[in-house]
Structures are given as structure tokens and as C-alpha cells.
């Protein structure tokens, strides 16, 4: 019955994507979406574990949904040397863009761990890792989200959203509807969340650590 009265304080609250620690002197970087900073995180973390002498670094895609792709792009190329990263192409087989990387390689072995839900812009990632063997991709296969979606809006304020490309990793496999295998398939304990993974039971992060050592 009484007016309950509140101050609130407004700010701009960013949530932080990327995660890292060490773990048996290997490098553990998980992203969980990539946004306009996550770039420069995943570089200050990177040069960050770089100077403590890791033997090698996991990069943990898993449950990522994706994000900017922009963010991804940068993301790869600080690991690939030179070539390409992804392209596009519509319908008619006409490519649209293509992202490459350049000379700069990461210097340390790599293995990364992907799963059902690793979608996008992390598949984009995994894939040209693969790709280029740059890296060992172990966990399961990737959920396959690999349309180029535009926006018409409508007078009344609605809109419609058409598929106009498709994006492609460098050996020209479409990620669509079809996904990323792994190089190594470990799949959890059916009684393992994917999202709550115990480290006592995370099978896979101990595979991707395992192959570094």
C-alpha cells in the first residue's frame, strides 16, 4: 500500500567474453561471444599468457553463439598466417567478400574445443584453423550457421530478414546446415551438462590439454 521509492544509477554494463587461466603451463582462453571488444581482449590475454612461457594454448568455442564477425576475423588472424580466412558467395555461386590474414602466426600449438552449440562466428574460426592446421580441433560437431542475413524493414515498422549469401571456410566447405567436424571426437558424460562442465569431468578440455603436453 506504501510507494516504494528507488535510486537507480544508469550505466553502460558490458559483459566480459573472454576468460583465460593456466593450467599444467598451458594456456586456457575461453571466448564466449565475440562483440566489439573481444579482439582486444583475446590479444592482451594472449600476450598476457605469451609472457608467463605457456607450452601451448586451448581456445575453449564452446556454447558460443557467435557474434561479430569482424571480431572473429581479427580473432584468426592473430593465430593463421597468411591466406584466407572465410568468403561468401550467393546463390548463384558468385563470391561476395573474402577475409584474409596476414603474415603473423601464433608461434605456440594450438588445439581448440568446439560442440553442438559452437555456431557463426566461432565456426568460422574453427573452421579455417582447421583448415590451415594451425590447430587440432577435438569435442564435437559444430551446429552449422553459416547464412548472410539482411534486413528489409517494412512502412509499418516490421521487417523481413532473407538469406542473401553463405559463408565458406577456405577449402570451400560450406558451415550451413552441415557443421564442423572435429579432429578429435570426445563427447561428454551423458549426466554432463554442456553449460555447468565440472573440471574433474570436462573430458574434452583435458583431450585438448593432453595433446599439447
Known amino acids: 500500500e506504501d510507494l516504494l521509492r528507488f535510486d ?6 558490458r559483459l566480459e567474453t ?3 587461466e593456466i593450467i599444467d603451463n598451458i594456456g586456457y582462453i575461453k571466448i564466449t561471444s565475440f562483440d566489439s571488444q573481444t579482439f582486444d ?6 600476450d598476457q599468457l605469451k609472457k608467463q612461457n605457456v607450452r601451448g594454448v586451448v581456445l575453449d568455442l564452446r556454447n558460443n553463439p557467435g557474434g561479430s564477425l569482424h571480431e572473429c576475423i581479427k580473432v584468426a588472424d592473430e593465430i593463421l598466417g597468411y591466406g584466407l580466412i572465410a568468403y561468401t558467395e550467393d546463390r548463384n555461386q558468385n563470391r561476395i567478400e573474402e577475409y584474409y590474414s596476414d603474415d603473423k602466426k601464433l608461434s605456440l600449438p594450438l588445439s581448440v574445443i568446439i560442440n553442438e552449440n559452437s555456431a557463426s562466428a566461432s565456426e568460422i574460426v574453427a573452421g579455417a584453423i582447421q583448415d590451415h592446421k594451425a590447430g587440432t580441433l577435438v569435442g564435437t560437431k559444430t551446429y552449422g550457421k553459416g547464412s548472410v542475413q539482411e534486413l528489409e524493414p517494412f512502412e509499418n515498422g516490421a521487417g523481413l530478414k532473407i538469406t542473401i549469401a ?4 577456405p577449402s570451400g566447405r560450406s558451415i550451413d546446415g552441415i557443421g564442423i567436424e572435429p579432429d578429435i571426437k570426445v563427447e561428454l558424460d551423458e549426466n554432463v551438462s554442456p553449460f555447468a562442465v565440472p573440471k574433474d569431468k570436462d573430458i574434452q578440455l583435458q583431450k585438448a ?3 599439447l603436453i
Open 8 to 13: 537507480l544509477i544508469r550505466d553502460n554494463i
Open 18 to 20: 573472454v576468460y583465460s
Open 41 to 46: 581482449d583475446f590479444k592482451a590475454t594472449l
Open 166 to 169: 553463405k559463408y565458406y571456410i
Open 209 to 211: 590439454i593432453e595433446i
